[in-house]
């Protein structure tokens, strides 16, 4: 079984800044990728950003130069640094990983229970 484990939501003030961890447990033989996404009230789930095995990142265009994805790989472990934050990055936040159980299994998306985020004054 894997888990994901989240923390660091929480309030903000606009302009603030907030730092979200991922923490993935379990039986796990490789993580191909770790990211995050996100779903505002009323809006369909978006990604946020994503972290492939050797580094590389994408992001969403609306957060592009304000956040920051990073992984742990010792730790199976990847951060969301998020900076100048604005009303609109109002969401539950959830992180996701694919993973592969054992060297024969199929990779499969297992994802985190969420976190709230809220930039507000």
């Known amino acids: 079984q894997v888990q994901l484990v989240e923390s660091g939501g929480g309030l903000v003030q606009p302009g603030g800044s907030l730092r979200l961890s991922c923490a993935a447990s379990g039986s796990i033989f490789s993580i191909n990728a770790m990211g995050w996404y996100r779903q505002a009230p009323g809006k369909q789930r978006e990604l946020v950003a994503v972290?492939?095995?050797?580094?590389?990142?994408n992001y969403a265009d609306s957060v592009k130069g304000r956040f920051t994805i990073s992984r742990d790989n010792a730790k199976n472990t990847v951060y969301l640094q998020m900076n100048s934050l604005k009303p609109e990055d109002t969401a539950v936040y959830y992180c996701?990983?694919?993973?592969?159980?054992?060297?024969?299994?199929?990779?499969?998306?297992?994802w985190g229970q969420g976190t709230q985020v809220t930039v507000s004054s």
């Open positions: 996701y990983a694919l993973i592969r159980t054992t060297l024969y299994s199929a990779v499969n998306r297992y």
């Open positions: 972290i492939i095995t050797g580094g590389n990142t």
